[in-house]
C-alpha cells in the first residue's frame, strides 16, 4: 500500500494526529503508518503469511534494483497521452509513480486511466478535503524522490518561473525540495517565444533538468519544428539517470586478487587441523572491489557463503592448494590477503583414520605452511604493484602489526583484534587500523567499529586513491631543468 486515505475520523482523533506526527517531523500519512507498524509488531498472537508481507524491502528479496518514488505533474496538452505510456515505462524500472492531473490534462487523459496504469489515487484539487486536511500538497512535493512534469506545457512553466502556486501542480513545483524533471511540448512558435525562452533560461537557472522537445510533426495540420515532447521510453531513461547516478568505478580496468576464509589442514581423512575465521571480510572486499570496477578473483578456504556476484571464485581446502591458486591468478595490480591461513600442517597425514591405542595418543608432527603474504610480496617477478596483508592479533595489536609489515615485504596492513571478546571471528563488525609506510615513516590509521561491508567500502576507497594518486604521479612531467 503506497497511500493511506483514511475517512470519517472525528475532530479528536485528526487533531491528535496532527500533533503528534508535527513532534515527530513526519506527514500525517507517515504517522499512520508508524502507529500501524507499532501495533502490528505488539501483536502477542504470530502474524499468518497473509497477514503482513515480509519486512524486507522488495529489492532485497527478488534481488531487483531498489524502488524509488516519482510524482508525475500531467500538463494540458495533446501529449498528455504520451504520459500512459510514460507510468508504464517508469513501473518497468521499479519506480513508484503518483500523479497530479491539471485541470487542461483532464481534457485529454482521465484519472480512471492514470490511476489503472499508476494503482494509485490521482490528485488533481488543490483544496481536496480528503488530502489536504494535513496539506496533501506538500506531501506530493517532497514525499518522493523526483518530480516528472510531462507535457510540460508553456501555460505551466510560465507559473514555475514566475513562482506561481494558484492549483494543485503549480503548488507542488513551488513546495518541492527535490530535483525536477521537465519534458516540454508546445508547438514549436510557443517553443521559440521570446516569453517562453527566458521562462526557460530561468528554470534552468533554478535547477530543473530538460529533456526534449524533439523536432517532429504537431498535433495541428501541417506543423512541424521543435516542440514535440520527447518520447515516453526517453523521458523514463533520463528519469532513472537521475534517481539512480551512475556507481562510480574508481578501479575499473584493474585486476584484483583477493584470499579470504580459514584453511583446513588434514590429518587424517576425518580430522583437520582450522580456525574460526568465517570468510565475511575477504567476501566483503570482494563484493566492494567488484562494485568499484575491478575484475576480481577471490580465492576462498572452506566457508558458508555464497560467492559473490560478478566475482570469480577459486574454493580451496589447504594453504598449499591457496598458494597455487593465487600464484595462477597472477599477474594483477592489486591483492589483498585477508584469508586466516593456518601457520602449521601435519607432516605426515594419516591415509586412514586414526585410532586410539592403549600407548595413548599418536604424535603428530607439525611442519610451517608456506607464507602466502611473504611469498608473494617478495617477488621479483609479477608482484603487484599493491600487496595488503592482515594481521589478526589478541594482544599488542599495533606493535605486531607493524612488526608484520616489516617482516613480510607487504606495502599495508589491515589490524584487527579478534580476541573472543571482540566477536570479530565469525561476527559481522570489525574495528581495524590500517598499518602503512610513508616517507620511510610507518602510519597508523585507526578506524572506528563498522560492519565488515563498511570496513571492505573504507578499504576499497582507500586503494582506489592509492591507484590514482600512484596513477597522476607516474604520468607527471619531470621538471625542466
Known amino acids: 500500500m503506497a497511500s493511506l486515505t483514511i475517512r470519517k475520523l472525528d475532530e479528536g482523533v485528526k487533531t491528535y494526529l496532527r500533533l503528534r506526527s508535527a513532534k515527530n517531523r513526519r506527514s500525517v500519512e507517515e504517522e499512520v503508518r508508524v502507529i500501524l507498524g507499532e501495533l502490528i509488531e505488539g501483536r502477542e498472537e504470530p502474524l499468518t503469511p497473509f497477514a503482513v508481507p515480509s519486512s524486507a524491502p522488495i529489492a532485497q528479496r527478488s534481488g531487483a534494483l531498489p524502488e524509488a518514488g516519482v510524482t508525475l505533474i500531467i500538463g494540458g496538452g495533446i501529449a498528455a497521452y504520451k ?15 503518483r500523479c497530479v492531473l491539471t485541470k487542461a490534462a483532464q481534457q485529454f487523459v482521465t484519472p480512471l486511466a492514470v490511476s489503472a496504469l499508476s494503482h494509485e489515487r490521482v490528485y488533481s484539487d488543490l483544496f481536496d478535503p480528503q488530502s489536504e486536511f494535513d496539506a496533501g500538497h506538500i506531501r506530493l512535493a517532497r514525499e518522493c524522490d523526483l518530480i516528472v512534469v510531462a507535457p510540460a506545457t508553456a501555460d505551466l512553466m510560465a507559473k514555475m518561473a514566475n513562482g506561481h502556486a494558484d492549483d494543485l501542480a503549480s503548488a507542488i513545483l513551488l513546495a518541492t525540495n527535490r530535483k525536477v ?9 510557443m517553443w521559440n517565444n521570446a516569453a517562453t525562452r527566458r521562462n526557460v533560461a530561468q528554470l534552468q537557472r533554478d535547477g530543473m533538468v530538460l529533456i526534449g522537445p524533439n523536432s517532429g510533426e504537431m498535433a495541428e495540420a501541417g506543423e512541424a519544428g521543435v516542440g514535440r515532447m520527447s518520447e515516453a521510453i526517453e523521458i523514463a531513461t533520463a528519469a532513472e539517470r537521475l534517481l539512480r547516478p551512475p556507481v562510480p568505478r574508481p578501479l575499473a580496468g584493474k585486476r584484483v586478487l583477493i584470499t579470504a576464509g580459514p584453511t583446513h589442514e588434514p590429518i587424517d581423512p576425518v ?9 565475511k571480510q575477504g567476501f ?11 575484475e576480481v578473483i577471490l580465492v576462498s578456504g572452506p566457508v558458508d557463503l555464497s560467492d559473490p556476484p560478478g566475482v570469480t571464485v577459486k574454493h580451496v581446502e589447504s594453504a598449499r592448494q591457496m598458494l ?9 595490480d592489486i591483492a589483498i590477503f585477508a584469508a586466516a591461513v593456518a601457520d602449521w600442517r601435519v607432516a605426515n597425514e594419516g591415509v586412514q583414520k586414526l585410532k586410539k591405542t592403549s600407548a595413548g595418543m599418536p604424535p603428530l608432527q607439525l611442519v610451517e605452511n608456506p607464507d602466502i603474504l611473504a611469498t608473494i610480496s617478495k617477488l621479483t617477478d609479477q608482484r603487484p604493484p599493491l600487496v595488503i596483508g592482515f594481521a589478526a592479533e589478541t594482544e599488542h595489536l599495533i606493535d605486531n602489526a607493524k612488526s608484520k609489515l616489516a617482516r613480510k615485504g607487504c606495502d599495508w596492513i589491515v589490524a584487527n583484534d579478534v580476541s573472543p571478546a571482540t566477536g570479530v571471528m565469525g561476527g559481522d563488525r570489525n574495528t581495524v587500523h590500517l598499518i602503512s609506510r610513508k616517507d620511510n615513516e610507518i602510519e597508523v590509521d585507526s578506524w572506528p567499529a563498522m560492519t565488515k561491508e563498511q570496513v571492505a567500502i573504507e578499504l576499497v576507497a582507500h586503494v582506489a586513491r592509492s591507484v590514482t594518486d600512484k596513477s597522476l604521479n607516474d604520468k607527471a612531467p619531470e621538471p625542466a631543468s
Do not use: H, T
Not at 524533471?181 to 512558435?189: D, E, I, K, R
Not at 566483503?284 to 575491478?294: E, K, M
Open 284 to 294: 566483503a572486499i570482494a563484493a566492494a572491489a567488484q562494485a568499484a570496477g575491478a
Open 271 to 279: 580430522r583437520y587441523i582450522a580456525n574460526r575465521s568465517s570468510g
Open 83 to 97: 504520459s500512459l505510456d510514460l507510468i508504464r515505462r517508469l513501473k518497468e524500472r521499479r519506480i513508484e509513480v
Open 181 to 189: 524533471l521537465l519534458a516540454p511540448a508546445m508547438n514549436p512558435l
Open 324 to 332: 597455487e591458486q593465487v600464484q595462477a591468478a597472477l599477474p594483477a
